[in-house]
């Protein structure tokens, strides 16, 4: 079966797919659909491979006959999304410790860490806005699959209720109420206004520095009294397998780490599109911070992804 790349290879005898351009514009909308759903850029990279060899395997006929392929495309994807996010809870039950949502860099810096700095195709980037923060892709994975697809599809990418429901399989009615049901959801875990990324980056910066500085103090200060810190190191990586919950407990197993871990670098990122922290050693990304910062520029949540397969867009592969 040839990949839309080898599609874009015809021998030049062979006839051109006048569609081809067309169909392959819509990669990046697949792929920024196929990450929001399941947390994953390589499983969503998997699901716009999947996606496009379906396509391919129809006749030019079969694929002539259709009246909008980026619609088709999306149907497609959005189906295998929801199969794929039915078995995910299987599999993160094995999971070892807490599963953390793959973090993404800036798209500049993307390009220049990954694929050994050879770059990466703007359509293989996903776009940076709200929907991508780690604090919304982990309310996401709080929801069904059907409740995570129809909000997705419907608040995020506008499409209608009558399409969202050819996806997912029911009444647009029903997925009205799965899209309401989701935005609760997500309302009832916010902590106050929309992130702001230039307030957000002085509580971070504040937070590095503390850090770097063993301040037990300063630390327990800018930490909210009831934060949480989630580590997520897949057992390839060392992490706390569970949740750590309060200013304090936090702050004592930071300066611990600050203490204890070997030489390494703390630098400010973009982490989904808000300031965070990388750390690096020994030439490799070992941490990607990700924070929630309430109205009261106090942290009130901490992601830490250290299992290296989520690391790949940041230079590790």
């Known amino acids: 079966m040839n990949t839309p790349s080898e599609q874009a ?20 909308q697949l792929l920024n659909l196929a990450y929001r759903l399941l947390g994953s850029l390589a499983d969503a990279e998997d699901v716009v491979q ?43 039950e094995q999971y070892v410790g807490e599963w953390i949502p793959e973090p993404l860099p800036d798209p500049a810096e993307w390009i220049a860490g990954a694929a050994g700095g050879a770059g ?31 909000f997705v599809l419907h608040d995020v990418f506008r499409y209608p209720f009558a399409e969202v429901a050819e996806i997912v399989g029911r009444s647009p009615a029903a997925c009205r109420q799965l899209a309401s049901s989701a ?3 997500i309302t009832a875990e916010r902590t106050g206004a929309s992130p702001d990324a230039v307030r957000q980056a002085r509580v971070v910066r504040r937070f590095k520095a503390a850090w770097e500085a063993q301040d037990m103090d300063a630390l327990i200060a800018l930490l909210d009294p009831g934060a949480t810190a989630v580590s997520d190191g897949g057992g390839r990586a060392i992490a706390h397998l569970l949740p750590l919950e309060g200013a304090e407990r936090i702050a004592h197993l930071y300066l ?21 922290l990388v750390v690096e050693s020994g030439g490799r990304v070992e941490t990607v911070f990700a924070f929630q910062v309430a109205d009261d520029d106090r942290i009130t949540r901490i992601w830490a992804v250290r299992n290296p397969a989520k690391l790949r867009p940041w230079g590790l592969g």
Not at 53 to 80: C, D, F, H, K, N
Not at 124 to 148: G, W, Y
Not at 256 to 276: Q, S, W
Request: proline share 8%.
């Open 120 to 150: 990466v195709d703007p359509a293989d980037r996903i776009t940076l806005d709200e929907s991508v923060t780690m604090a919304f892709l982990v309310v996401f994975e709080s929801m069904t699959p059907a409740e995570r697809v129809a």
């Open 256 to 276: 611990r780490i600050a203490r204890f871990a070997p030489p390494r670098t703390v630098l400010e990122r973009t982490v989904n599109g808000l300031p965070g």
């Open 183 to 185: 935005r609760r959801r």
């Open 50 to 92: 999947e996606t496009y060899t379906r396509w391919y395997a129809m006749s030019r006929a079969e694929q002539e006959a259709i009246e909008s392929p980026g619609a088709w495309l999306t149907r497609v994807a959005g189906r295998i999304c929801l199969n794929l996010l039915g078995s995910a809870r299987a599999r993160r």
């Open 9 to 28: 290879r015809r021998q030049p005898d062979e006839q051109p797919d006048p569609g081809l351009s067309a169909i392959m514009s819509e990669r990046r």
